[in-house]
Nanobody
Framework: EVRLVESGGGSVEPGGSLNLSCTAS????????MIWVRQAPGKGRELVSAISSGGSLVYYGDSVKGRFTVSRDNANNMLSLQMNSLKPEDTAVYYC?????????WGQGTQVTVSS
């Protein structure tokens, strides 16, 4: 059974930090590009960050560039997203996704709330 489980979300004040994790099982994690997507209330999904299967290529959306860092540990089937200098507009449900040649898996999401 394929599973992607996000964790690490929560509530934080503006300027704070959170580290999201996504634990994968049921597929060959190291063969898949991994993606973080978020969805704010009333808005569509936004691509936050992506990392290639081997970890050598990364992408960040303009809204998070310089504040977020994506990484992966293929030995332990884990994806991470370090989020610093959080802003209220970062409030959203964050999802991790695995993608490879049309195969696409999604986690259930973790809520991140940034407010004072």
């Amino acid at each position: 059974e394929v599973r992607l489980v996000e964790s690490g979300g929560g509530s934080v004040e503006p300027g704070g930090s959170l580290n999201l994790s996504c634990t994968a099982s049921g597929f060959t994690f190291g063969h898949y590009a991994m993606i973080w997507v978020r969805q704010a209330p009333g808005k569509g999904r936004e691509l936050v960050s992506a990392i290639s299967s081997g970890g050598s290529l990364v992408y960040y959306g303009d809204s998070v560039k310089g504040r977020f860092t994506v990484s992966r540990d293929n030995a332990n089937n884990m994806l991470s997203l370090q989020m610093n200098s959080l802003k209220p507009e970062d409030t959203a449900v964050y999802y991790c996704s695995a993608d490879r040649l049309g195969d696409n898996y999604w986690g259930q999401g973790t809520q991140v709330t940034v407010s004072s």
